[in-house]
């Protein structure tokens, strides 16, 4: 994949100074999409600092899950109503409700007053397999290790994110041989449903990933602690950070 990818929300379930929750931007080489993993609190950072956006007209939005710290930011969409804004998300292929449905329960009153629809964004279906989206071809997994099912994601060889679940045997042949490996880590202990950070690197050696990036980091985490863990598993481990360059790791 001849791409950018630029970590918007390296946070999980809460934004701090730090960081902001989960959210990823990939700007293709080519074309006039760009792509948000998930739309944390770090979507945010697409409207306080449009420059990131590089000039692109399109956005697609893909959700892993639906869980309130990866899509709160949806209702920011509100604000950049000037791009051409699309929504993919797992509800009928995880949760057997269509996405569209999921989302029309957060953006209605009293909660949001402007729905999806009405702000002319489309919200259709991310399934487990592969899908061409702007021009990339993406590789969706579903994980049925966390609190609710998620999707893992796999840009080519370059990138795989699998955010909010436990170390899973799936996830080794998902990610075989990827460059970047982005791993949820929490704790010791891990919260229900996340990896310790031992866990996350033995998952990366055991793939093969050439360097592990721990995202999905808890708001109060001692990040030189979640850095030894993880190092003494594999030996090229970043902690995330937001606006870190994923794939300059
Ligand atoms: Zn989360």
Known sequence: ????????GSGGFIPTGRRETSSLLILPEDGDAAIVVDAGTGIRRLITDRALLAGRTRLEVLLT??????VCGLAYLTELGDLDVRVHGPGAALYDVP???VLARLFTHPVMPVSLPELGIPVGELRPGEIDIAGVAVRARRQDRHTDP???LRFGDALVWCTDTMEDPGTVDFARGVRVLGH??????AAPGHAEPAAAAQVAVDAGAEHLVLIHVPPTAD???LQARAA??????????DLLQLLDV
């Open 1 to 8: 994949m001849e791409a950018t990818a630029t970590i918007l």
């Open 65 to 70: 899950h639906f869980h309130i710290d990866h």
């Open 99 to 101: 996405t569209a449905d």
């Open 150 to 152: 998620t999707l893992g």
């Open 184 to 189: 949820d880590s929490w704790g010791p202990p």
């Open 223 to 225: 990040e030189a602690d």
């Open 232 to 241: 003494a598993v594999h030996p090229h481990v970043t902690v995330a950070t």
